[in-house]
């Protein structure tokens, strides 16, 4: 009998190490996947045409809802789960994230970005995605206050020391900042509003370091319209610099409107990397995208350039 072939379905995060792409998908758990880039990546490429390998991680079955995956400054892989609200590697679990950060309403932990800081310590920013709360898994004693109104992503940010497992992160051991994404004119729950999928650290002018969000917009009616796809830079603290760049207008007809989920540096200051999850004609794909020319840097100074190569 021959094996099956590994597809990639929910594409929810993605990292660059040389010529590999890592990719989670939300809807298979204990595992993320390596996938070998074409010998000339460019513009869309389908995720499952570069031969998706399964790479197994600590936990097994308790490594699932897998959100984002990033390289930590002492090397090791790291992959953050929703539902668990932890940062998994391939040999153990590193962290843990305290109560605030749990998943409510199919909204929770939803991207991971880190950056070597010296003595291979790494800083790391995880995002709490925000947008509509799902309204059929609020709770039903909440649906009275909770549920059509859209909450704004949260950004914290905090430090891991090299070779740290089984670290227990509280609210009190980083920073923590409510995230000023952009509002579309509109009332609630019919307006478009954004939520965070993921982030990657970023260099801004004055040397100074924040971060790009993948945000994405849906209404919260019966049938929800999934409206803008931007990548939007933001200082620490959460608020907006510049314009956004409108990921639809870069995509050809046949991606337009994607659910894209993941981002990361394809070539540190210069281009990113996103990934979308399967759509009911569309299979997983991935995008290199030019940024504009304000928002780079050197790539010699670039986040997980020890990866990057």
Known sequence: MFAQKEQVVEASGVARSGN????????????????????DPKGVMSLNAMGPQRVR?????????????????DGRLAVVSERT???????????????????????GLEGVSARPIGDETSRIAVVWE?????????????????GRKALNP?????DLKRGVKDARVRL???MFAEVQVPRPPGAEPQAQRFRASDLTWTRLPGDQWGLILLISSQNSA??????????????????????PVDI????????RGANWEGVAWFEPGRRVIIVHEAEPNLEAHAMVIDLPADWQFGGDAGPSANHVK
């Open 20 to 39: 590999n792409l890592f990719v989670v998908d939300d809807s298979v758990g204990g595992v993320c996947f390596r996938l070998r880039l074409p010998a």
């Open 57 to 73: 991680l600590a936990g097994g079955r308790l490594a699932i809802d897998l959100e984002g995956i990033d390289f930590l400054a």
């Open 85 to 107: 609200r932890t940062l998994i590697g391939e040999e153990d679990t590193i962290a843990e994230y305290d109560q605030p950060f749990s998943e409510f309403a199919k909204r």
């Open 130 to 146: 925000g947008g509509y709360p799902d309204p059929p898994s609020v709770p039903i004693p909440l649906r009275r206050w909770v």
């Open 154 to 158: 949260m950004l914290f940010i905090h």
């Open 172 to 174: 009190t051991d980083g």
């Open 222 to 243: 019966l049938k929800p319209l999934y409206q803008f796809h931007w990548l939007q830079r933001f200082t620490v603290q959460g608020k907006p610099i510049g314009a």
């Open 248 to 255: 639809d207008k870069l995509t050809p007809a046949s991606s």
